[in-house]
Every structure is written in C-alpha cells, then in structure tokens.
C-alpha cells in the first residue's frame, strides 16, 4: 500500500523550473510503478509522465517530451518530476499515482493506478 504526498508546487514566471516531488511512508515504494497526471480548471485529469517499478522505463505526455523528466530515488521512497521551459499551459493540479509491478503500456491509463496523492498546484505565468 501506498501513502504519497506531492510537494515542490508553487508560482513560477513561463521559461522557469519546478522540481516537484512525491514521497511514500511505506515500505514497499520500490514495488510500484509510478505515475505523474495533471488536471488543470475547467479540463479533465491527462497523464504527463511515468516511470516502471524497475526504473528502467519512463513514459512522457507527448506536450512535455524535451521538456520534463521524470525520475525515482527507491531509497528515499521519492518520485521527482523535473519540470523545465515551463509554460502557461501547463498550470495545473499535478498529483502522482502508483500501481504494483506493472510493465505494459496503459501508463497513460488514470484508471490503471491504485493508489494517488492529493496533489500540489503550480502555475505558470506569462
């Protein structure tokens, strides 16, 4: 089981950077995979990014590719995503998500994760 709290949101100016991380206060976070989905006013909740149990496998929203990366430190139960050239667009609630042992391809799939954070917002000004 899982227990995941986001932090690192908050206001930055368009071209900046953000690094939010997600943290679990269990003992099984290397088990899981890991999931970044964002959800903006008024839009549904769309996948930004992923990362498998192994660490061997990541998986990006085509509007971020280039742009964020996302990362996981077993050690510290952490999953980062490092948001770069930040755009207005990409305001929103970010919230991580985690689902056991899973290596398909439905990372995209909000309906596949388990387990969710409660979310940090950022927002990004022009």
């Known amino acids: 089981q899982l227990q995941l709290v986001e932090s690192g949101g908050g206001l930055v100016q368009a071209g900046g950077s953000l690094r939010l991380s997600c943290k679990d206060s269990g003992r099984a976070f290397s088990s899981y995979s890991l999931g970044w989905f964002r959800q903006a006013p008024g839009k549904e909740r769309e996948f930004v990014a992923a990362i498998s149990f192994s660490g061997d496998s990541t998986f990006y929203a085509d509007s971020v590719k280039g742009r964020f990366s996302i990362s996981r430190d077993n050690a510290k139960n952490t999953v980062y995503l490092e948001m770069n050239s930040l755009k207005p667009g990409d305001t929103a609630v970010y919230s991580c998500?985690?689902?056991?042992?899973?290596?398909?391809?439905?990372?995209?799939?909000?309906?596949?994760?388990?387990?969710w954070g409660q979310g940090t917002q950022v927002t990004v000004s022009s």
């Open positions: 998500a985690g689902v056991a042992m899973y290596s398909g391809r439905r990372y995209f799939s909000e309906a596949l994760y388990d387990y």
